[in-house]
């Protein structure tokens, strides 16, 4: 009896379930059918929104079922990103690099950036912080200048044995101290030699009576990207259809004028340089050879045997101030200083730069000096690339910035930009003489401002009275306008046309005394400039660093 009413019981319950849910399904008005579907599928864990991607995974599709609507997240590895490929092959590292604000002093420049994984990947170093023994975050070491060394201007009243003294009661030693007609100052050379930190020292002897101002003593490397050996050859010379040299060169030469070459060593025995070095000068004081960008921008400039220069006939003052034998060649503020000093005192109507470096006060103050003195100062614009900082002496308001343009009119991908771009010019793939009577194909800023140099020379063989601000409008309006219509950061006011350029000025019927070959009067200029109406231009001799600071580019645009 017991079992049957359990039985009773439990089938009692069945049919009541039963027809509790059968009830339940007709009052919502759902099927049957679906009701048992509903009921037999499984519980789901859903995952969350943003599923998590293995990183070592390209891509990977997750879905979720909700009915007919598929959601798909889909993540793709850094590593599979596109990677872009650069149209020219012999790139090289930039010699100046830009940098992130991480990496910049207080005066906005770069400062050293070390991998830390040391896998070229250019992450930063801060990321491992954190990490115990894998902590590699480097100390950020400053490339911008020499080690443990000073540029100082001291008592000019000082005799070489007193400067020997002033520096050992500081614990220095002086490398070298001269007095610099240019800038009206005496400029010594100090290096630390009792091992004491560089800010205590620079302190100590910043307060000794007998120093009127203290700097690192910055470093300039030339601005040329590093090319395979040089080769033999004669192709075709695009930069003379660009520039339009050969129409150009029906009306000048560049005859009797004096371009200063700022650079390393050149090869004044290359056939194509043949009696275009009027006079030579070693600022390093050195015994090193020729070297390979020097003498490409003095072929830039006058070459005239199997190639052509922009000004076959300029006449060039070789200094040399950047020292080394291979590509990596690098001078520093003291001999840069030394070189501009020449050159302003050897009679040279244009200085070319093709190098860069920091924003440096003594330089600026010499730049300064040699624009008052009525030369025309040209310069590279850089090879830092589009997120660099402006580089000096082109960022200087005095001095015509040059980027580089291709054979199809673009603009060099490591080119530097910005508001003091004066002027654009070819200087990718680029067939220059090179030491030994050779020849190379390279890439840079540095000649493109070359190119510039020698148009300048044109405009002063045609019409030597021209003034500096006057021969600069001039390459300004006649430049054939690149990119976006008007001025822009990329290529200034547009690349150089030479022809358009010489055609605008009018041609001077009083050509001055061409010097002895293979010298330079300083007589016969110093006469020229005495003139009033003669190559002068009003600006205002600085006498300090902190003056100049107050007008330099990073304070106050040049208006090109």
Known sequence: MTRKSESKLRAGA???????????????????????????TPTISLPSRTPTISPSVAA??????????????????ARMAPTSVLPYAHYSPNLYPACTAAYRDADGECLAQPNASGDGSGK??????????????????????FANEFVAEIDSALSLTEADELARRHGLTRIASENFPLIGATIGLFRITDGRPYETVRREFAADGSVRSLQQNFRYV???????????????????????????????????????VIDSGIDAKHPELANSIADTFDALGSTEGPHVHGTGIA?????????????????????????????????????????????????????????????????????????????????????????????????????????????????????????????????????????????QMTSGTSFSAAYVSGVAALLLDRNYALKPEALRMTLAKTARDLGSPGRDDLFGDGEADAFAAVMAVPADSATPVAAV????????????????????????????????????????????
């Not at 231009?537 to 107050?550: G, H, M, V, W």
């Open 299 to 439: 072929g830039a400039i006058v070459a005239h045997a199997r190639l052509m220069g922009s000004a076959p006939e300029a006449r060039i003052i070789a200094i040399r101030a950047f020292g080394g034998t291979t590509g990596g060649a690098e001078s520093s503020s003291y001999i840069i200083l030394r070189s501009l000093n020449y050159a302003a005192e050897h009679g040279a109507q244009i200085v070319n730069m093709s190098f860069a470096g920091p924003k440096d006060a003594v330089i600026e103050r010499a730049i300064a000096a040699t624009a008052a003195r009525g030369l025309v100062l040209i310069a590279a614009a850089g090879n830092a690339g589009a997120k660099s900082p402006p580089l000096y002496p082109a960022a200087n308001p005095n001095v015509i910035a040059v980027s580089a343009t291709d054979q199809q009119d673009r603009l060099f991908t490591a080119s530097n930009r910005g508001n003091y771009i004066a002027l654009a010019a070819p200087g990718v793939d680029i067939f220059l003489p090179a030491p030994d009577g050779k020849y």
């Open 60 to 77: 990977r599709a997750v879905s979720v079922d909700r009915g007919p609507r598929v959601v798909t997240t889909t993540r793709i590895s």
């Open 14 to 40: 069945y049919a009541s379930s039963v027809g509790a849910v059968l009830l339940l399904a007709a009052c919502l008005g759902i099927e049957v059918a679906h009701a048992q579907a509903i009921m037999r």
């Open 124 to 145: 930063s170093a801060k990321k491992s912080a954190g990490n115990g023994r894998r902590n590699n975050t480097p100390v950020a070491v400053n490339l911008r200048s």
């Open 517 to 560: 070959s293979g010298t330079t009067k300083r007589e016969d200029v110093e006469k020229r400039r005495d003139d009033p109406g003669i190559r002068a231009i009003d600006q205002p001799s600085l006498s300090s660093a902190d003056d100049k600071a107050t007008i330099s580019q990073v304070d106050r645009p040049a208006t090109r």
């Open 222 to 260: 030339l601005q040329d990207q590093k090319s395979a050996v040089p080769t033999e050859g004669d192709p075709a010379q695009y930069v003379l259809a660009k520039l339009r040299l050969p129409q150009a060169h029906t009306l000048a030469h560049g005859a009797n004028v004096t371009v200063a």
